[in-house]
């Protein structure tokens, strides 16, 4: 297994307080993603990062920041938290070589806000 | 705006049987098709990468197939056993090469 760990593995918030997730690799890998699973929608991508400090947008951004200062850490951050975002937060990475991206996946965060 | 739909959403089998997972593709453009295995609870692992070149891929009892041009996939799993009951999703990724778009998957059962 890729060697990706999530914390917290479970949080519950309120509305309104800020939240932030990690996720840690130790593969080197160049990319890193955070996706939100939710019933009826599958997996969708929130932010990704290419290299250090080099982030861009997914699907379903709005509400969401994200924070890479080294290249095995990469921060998830909800500003506000809203009910809407209670999911299933999973952190991915991969290193794109050629025509092939093949992602790996962690553990996931459960986030209720409540 | 690429599309992904897996169907069967649901399938239950008796152990043994061979089977065959359905995943089709709006916008045949893409870089390659990931399968992935999701247990209740859990993360996902990755099954079977197939890049846009191949046509199938290959993994014990697993195989994958690609037909790019009618944006189809099937995965076929021979000698099903109960340890393979889970949520299979098939993901590809589109024109923007990084990003992953995933169907809603397939919840398999197999019963003994």
């Known amino acids: 297994d890729a060697g990706i760990t999530q914390s917290p593995r479970h949080k519950v918030t309120e509305t309104g307080t800020p939240v932030t997730l990690r996720c840690h690799q130790t593969?080197?890998?160049?990319?890193m993603y955070w996706y939100r699973q939710d019933p009826g929608h599958g997996l969708r991508l929130i932010h990704y990062?290419?290299?250090?400090?080099?982030?861009d947008k997914g699907e379903v951004s709005d509400g969401y920041s994200v924070s890479r200062s080294k290249t095995e850490d990469f921060l998830l951050t909800l500003e506000s938290a809203t009910s809407s975002q209670t999911s299933v937060y999973f952190c991915?990475?991969?290193?794109?070589?050629?025509?092939?991206?093949?992602?790996?996946f962690g553990p996931g965060t459960r986030l209720t806000v409540l | 705006k690429q599309e992904v739909t897996q169907i069967p959403a649901a399938l239950s089998v008796p152990e043994g049987e061979n089977l065959v997972l359905n995943c089709s593709f709006t916008?045949?453009?893409?870089?390659?098709l990931q399968w992935f295995r999701q247990d209740p609870g859990k993360g996902l692992t990755s099954l079977l990468l197939i890049q846009s070149s191949q046509r199938e891929q290959t993994s014990g009892r697993l195989n994958a197939s690609l037909d790019k041009s009618s944006g189809r996939s099937t995965l076929y799993i021979a000698a099903s056993q109960p340890g393979d009951s889970a949520t299979y999703l098939c993901a590809v990724t589109a024109a923007t090469f990084q990003k992953l778009v995933f169907g809603t998957g397939t919840r398999l059962l197999v019963s003994p």
């Open positions: 593969e080197n890998h160049r990319y």
């Open positions: 916008d045949s453009a893409i870089y390659n």
């Open positions: 990062s290419y290299g250090v400090k080099d982030t």
């Open positions: 991915a990475i991969s290193d794109p070589s050629g025509a092939i991206n093949e992602q790996f």
